[in-house]
């Protein structure tokens, strides 16, 4: 074994980061992967391309924009700290990441993103940005060097299902040399064919009115019990997720209308995209998010992240909301029936639902105002059973609609809103979460809960000068994401963590005895092809809100407590160092390592300490909390390789629990493979705890602390 160099280990280091700097220079340095064989990508073409017209060839210098969406890593983990992460009684229960620990357990590695840069501007394309959290490389470039690079032709057609249309799309699916199949997941932009629409619904031939008409902030906040729950929304902030703008007057004019006082709403920009200068078809919609989550939540911080409308601008600002992590609530109000989206995309937008999991970000989504038949104002038509993207979204609560009637202020009943949208996606299994009296089959069903939603019942709204009255699951969605804002405020009094993905703990209220406390049970109506019952139905959900009861249930009040004790779990994020950077360990440059001088007990990295023959000292550690009540056992497998000889301890490797000494190791235990080391950690149960190695290392002869594989189980 030679000792290692210093310098080189520094070098090795500090590698990723003169990436980052450097940028395209670098990235163009970098071998450009040999394209000797290709591997398509599947779910790249738009299904309309199979309905519709070939016009023609796009031409070859006109300029497109696409995104390379690049697959997260680790996924089995993420999966399991998902479930954990949601689910009460289990050690990580609301222990959520920040989107830089997300991206080092689960994103794409730098290296990754250099070498995925380096083949696309070795194709002529120019890299215009990389989102941050390294899921989205977005390029430019005419379209025969797009064609080029993906491996296919791109065409106009005309959609003779939308009056003959026009779009332009790839021929076949796009491929990418085989060196970056276990990297792309998708590419985005091929085709312009697919627009998001919004889910708000007004009544045929309405006028604006002078005067409020509709339910206020009164009636449904009073029959909803929202008025009950005893927040404002004060400290919270709201992102609401929009193709089109706004004007500030008229939510002023509603804000007067109705005494509410709160923070100003403020545009947040996505590839540029700023329509609040001239609003588009769409204004109606913006101003309603805007306006029921006002009269929900009027304290709440309103952020209104505009982008561009299409898969890109999509995936765009999925992609900047999570990475910014400026918001713990997600209103969308605007979708895609499945059958007619680039699955590629949807499963990119989704990557960045699973990171809003992952941090403590809840969302809600219109579940679509075209009953079980969503595709029924677009290609595939009303024929087709189909639902809408992104509310079938495991990791979005689909919120569907309903009739609302009042006593006054009070709630009288509810029945489903005949077009209110709920089925089953084509695209989504049905995620373990998903059980329930009414729950069948395999595959994600939608709605999961709902609220008012049809315009006969409809708000009040103050739209594009005048006022008039609005109904869809678009008014639906801002409602429960209101409702949030209010929920994650008392949560943060009570010294808990906020809602974030929101289905798990819904289905576990609805499956307890709690059910008919805090959700109304709409059991009245239907939609095309699904009707209301008892418990769980695919047009209403598990019902609408009982918003007083439902705080106090999710904040433990009423919510059955988990069963059997401590929730067996190891708690170590990357205990095997396989995602190739420390975090959450903390450790000292080149401890992290994958060279074939020392092996690793498992997989490919482990953390490697001292080694140089020189004086030395190198540590690694990880924080963690430990559960009240758990038995805990600290573990890891050791390999101490030495040119030191004799009985002395010259280096040394300390084992420590904050300040407690667990072991002391030296090159007097040098041995040829690794060896695995145990410790009871109970004593520490119901307290956080810093568990660090270090190894010291004296001026001469090299010893190698070797460790890997470390788990802390709780049981």
Not at 162 to 170: D, E, K, L, V
């Given at each position: 074994m030679q000792p290692r160099s210093l310098a080189l280990s520094a070098a090795i280091a500090v590698l990723p980061l003169t990436v980052v700097s450097l940028g395209v220079s670098t990235a163009q340095a970098a071998p450009t992967p040999q394209a000797t064989s290709r591997v398509a990508l599947p779910n790249t073409v738009t299904p309309a391309v199979a309905r519709s017209q070939k016009q023609g060839d796009l031409p070859a210098d006109r300029t497109m924009s696409v995104s390379v969406n690049l697959k997260l890593r680790n996924t089995a983990d993420l999966d399991r700290f998902l479930k954990a992460v949601s689910t009460p009684g289990t050690p990580e229960y609301g222990r959520y990441l920040t989107p830089a620990q997300f991206t080092a357990l689960y994103g794409p590695t730098e290296a990754d993103v250099a070498k995925v840069r380096a083949y696309l501007t070795g194709q002529g394309l120019t890299v215009d940005s990389v989102s941050a959290n390294r899921q989205v490389v977005n390029v430019r470039g005419t379209a025969a060097q797009v064609a080029k690079a993906f491996g296919t032709h791109e065409s106009s057609y005309s959609d003779p299902q939308q009056g003959g249309r026009t779009f332009f799309a790839n021929d076949a699916a796009a491929s990418v040399p085989a060196e970056l199949a276990g990297t792309v997941e998708g590419v985005s932009g091929l085709d312009n064919h697919t627009v998001r629409t919004s889910r708000a619904v007004k009544p045929k031939a309405a006028a604006p009115h002078a005067t409020p008409s509709g339910f206020g902030p009164a009636q449904y906040?009073?029959?909803?019990?929202?008025?009950?729950?005893?927040?404002?929304?004060?400290?919270?902030?709201?992102?609401?997720?929009?193709?089109?703008?706004?004007?500030?007057?008229?939510?002023?004019?509603?804000?007067?209308?109705?005494?509410?006082?709160?923070?100003?709403?403020?545009?947040?920009?996505?590839?540029?995209?700023?329509?609040?200068?001239?609003?588009?078809?769409?204004?109606?919609?913006?101003?309603?998010?805007?306006?029921?989550?006002?009269?929900?939540?009027?304290?709440?911080?309103?952020?209104?992240?505009?982008?561009?409308?299409?898969?890109?601008?999509?995936i765009d600002m999925a992609a900047q909301i999570v990475s910014e992590n400026r918001v713990s609530v997600i209103s969308i109000s605007w979708g895609s029936c499945e059958p007619d989206t680039t699955a590629s995309s949807m499963t990119a937008v989704n990557n960045s639902f699973k990171q809003a999991a992952a941090q403590g970000i809840s969302i809600f989504s219109a579940s679509g105002d075209d009953g079980s038949r969503d595709c029924t104002r677009s290609t595939s038509g009303s024929t087709v059973k189909a639902v809408d993207f992104p509310a079938s979204s495991p990791y979005n609560t689909g919120v569907g609609g309903t009739n609302l009637k009042v006593s006054g202020n009070a709630y009288s009943s509810e029945s489903?809103?005949?077009?209110?949208?709920?089925?089953?996606?084509?695209?989504?299994?049905?995620?373990?979460?998903?059980?329930?009296?009414?729950?069948?089959?395999?595959?994600?069903?939608?709605?999961?809960?709902?609220?008012?939603?049809?315009?006969?019942?409809?708000?009040?709204?103050?739209?594009?000068?005048?006022?008039?009255?609005?109904?869809?699951?678009?008014?639906?969605?801002?409602?429960?994401?209101?409702?949030?804002?209010?929920?994650?405020?008392?949560?943060?009094?009570?010294?808990?963590?906020?809602?974030?993905?929101?289905?798990?703990?819904?289905?576990?209220?609805?499956?307890?005895?709690?059910?008919?406390?805090?959700?109304?049970d709409v059991t009245t109506g239907k939609n095309q092809d699904f009707s209301t019952k008892t418990g769980y139905d695919q047009v209403t959900g598990w019902g609408t809100p009982v918003a007083d009861s439902l705080t106090t249930a999710l904040l433990g009040g009423t919510t059955p407590p988990p069963t059997g004790g401590c929730t067996s779990a190891q708690l170590l994020g990357n205990a095997g160092f396989e995602t190739g950077t420390a975090a959450p360990w903390t450790a000292s440059s080149g401890v992290v390592d994958n060279s074939a001088s020392e092996a690793a007990h498992g997989g490919s990295w482990k953390a490697w300490m001292d080694g140089y023959g020189s004086a030395h000292t190198d540590s690694v550690s990880q924080t963690v909390s430990i559960p009240a009540g758990c038995k805990a056992t600290f573990t890891f497998w050791l390999h101490v390789d030495t040119a030191e000889t004799g009985s002395t301890a010259y280096d040394k490797l300390t084992v420590a629990a904050g300040s407690t000494t667990l072991a002391t190791y030296s090159n007097t235990n040098a041995a040829s493979g690794y060896v695995q080391k145990s410790f009871d950690l109970s004593a520490f149960a119901g307290q956080t705890v810093t568990l660090k190695f270090t190894g010291t290392e004296d001026s001469s002869l090299q010893t190698s602390f070797v460790v890997d594989d470390a788990a802390l189980t709780v049981s």
């Amino acid at each position: 074994m030679q000792p290692r160099s210093l310098a080189l280990s520094a070098a090795i280091a500090v590698l990723p980061l003169t990436v980052v700097s450097l940028g395209v220079s670098t990235a163009q340095a970098a071998p450009t992967p040999q394209a000797t064989s290709r591997v398509a990508l599947p779910n790249t073409v738009t299904p309309a391309v199979a309905r519709s017209q070939k016009q023609g060839d796009l031409p070859a210098d006109r300029t497109m924009s696409v995104s390379v969406n690049l697959k997260l890593r680790n996924t089995a983990d993420l999966d399991r700290f998902l479930k954990a992460v949601s689910t009460p009684g289990t050690p990580e229960y609301g222990r959520y990441l920040t989107p830089a620990q997300f991206t080092a357990l689960y994103g794409p590695t730098e290296a990754d993103v250099a070498k995925v840069r380096a083949y696309l501007t070795g194709q002529g394309l120019t890299v215009d940005s990389v989102s941050a959290n390294r899921q989205v490389v977005n390029v430019r470039g005419t379209a025969a060097q797009v064609a080029k690079a993906f491996g296919t032709h791109e065409s106009s057609y005309s959609d003779p299902q939308q009056g003959g249309r026009t779009f332009f799309a790839n021929d076949a699916a796009a491929s990418v040399p085989a060196e970056l199949a276990g990297t792309v997941e998708g590419v985005s932009g091929l085709d312009n064919h697919t627009v998001r629409t919004s889910r708000a619904v007004k009544p045929k031939a309405a006028a604006p009115h002078a005067t409020p008409s509709g339910f206020g902030p009164a009636q449904y906040d009073g029959a909803y019990r929202l008025d009950k729950v005893g927040a404002d929304g004060t400290g919270t902030t709201v992102a609401l997720w929009e193709f089109d703008g706004y004007s500030s007057t008229n939510l002023r004019t509603y804000d007067s209308q109705y005494g509410l006082t709160g923070p100003a709403v403020s545009t947040v920009s996505v590839d540029g995209a700023n329509y609040d200068a001239k609003p588009g078809d769409g204004q109606g919609e913006v101003e309603l998010d805007s306006e029921i989550v006002r009269g929900v939540a009027p304290k709440a911080t309103q952020l209104v992240y505009e982008a561009p409308n299409s898969d890109q601008g999509e995936i765009d600002m999925a992609a900047q909301i999570v990475s910014e992590n400026r918001v713990s609530v997600i209103s969308i109000s605007w979708g895609s029936c499945e059958p007619d989206t680039t699955a590629s995309s949807m499963t990119a937008v989704n990557n960045s639902f699973k990171q809003a999991a992952a941090q403590g970000i809840s969302i809600f989504s219109a579940s679509g105002d075209d009953g079980s038949r969503d595709c029924t104002r677009s290609t595939s038509g009303s024929t087709v059973k189909a639902v809408d993207f992104p509310a079938s979204s495991p990791y979005n609560t689909g919120v569907g609609g309903t009739n609302l009637k009042v006593s006054g202020n009070a709630y009288s009943s509810e029945s489903a809103w005949s077009t209110a949208g709920g089925g089953v996606s084509t695209q989504f299994a049905k995620p373990s979460w998903q059980t329930g009296t009414g729950v069948t089959g395999t595959m994600r069903t939608v709605p999961d809960i709902a609220s008012n939603a049809d315009p006969a019942s409809g708000f009040a709204i103050y739209t594009t000068g005048g006022w008039q009255v609005y109904g869809g699951t678009s008014a639906a969605a801002p409602l429960w994401s209101g409702y949030t804002a209010l929920f994650n405020q008392k949560a943060k009094a009570a010294g808990q963590a906020v809602l974030g993905e929101a289905n798990p703990k819904l289905y576990s209220l609805a499956n307890s005895s709690s059910y008919g406390t805090v959700l109304h049970d709409v059991t009245t109506g239907k939609n095309q092809d699904f009707s209301t019952k008892t418990g769980y139905d695919q047009v209403t959900g598990w019902g609408t809100p009982v918003a007083d009861s439902l705080t106090t249930a999710l904040l433990g009040g009423t919510t059955p407590p988990p069963t059997g004790g401590c929730t067996s779990a190891q708690l170590l994020g990357n205990a095997g160092f396989e995602t190739g950077t420390a975090a959450p360990w903390t450790a000292s440059s080149g401890v992290v390592d994958n060279s074939a001088s020392e092996a690793a007990h498992g997989g490919s990295w482990k953390a490697w300490m001292d080694g140089y023959g020189s004086a030395h000292t190198d540590s690694v550690s990880q924080t963690v909390s430990i559960p009240a009540g758990c038995k805990a056992t600290f573990t890891f497998w050791l390999h101490v390789d030495t040119a030191e000889t004799g009985s002395t301890a010259y280096d040394k490797l300390t084992v420590a629990a904050g300040s407690t000494t667990l072991a002391t190791y030296s090159n007097t235990n040098a041995a040829s493979g690794y060896v695995q080391k145990s410790f009871d950690l109970s004593a520490f149960a119901g307290q956080t705890v810093t568990l660090k190695f270090t190894g010291t290392e004296d001026s001469s002869l090299q010893t190698s602390f070797v460790v890997d594989d470390a788990a802390l189980t709780v049981s």
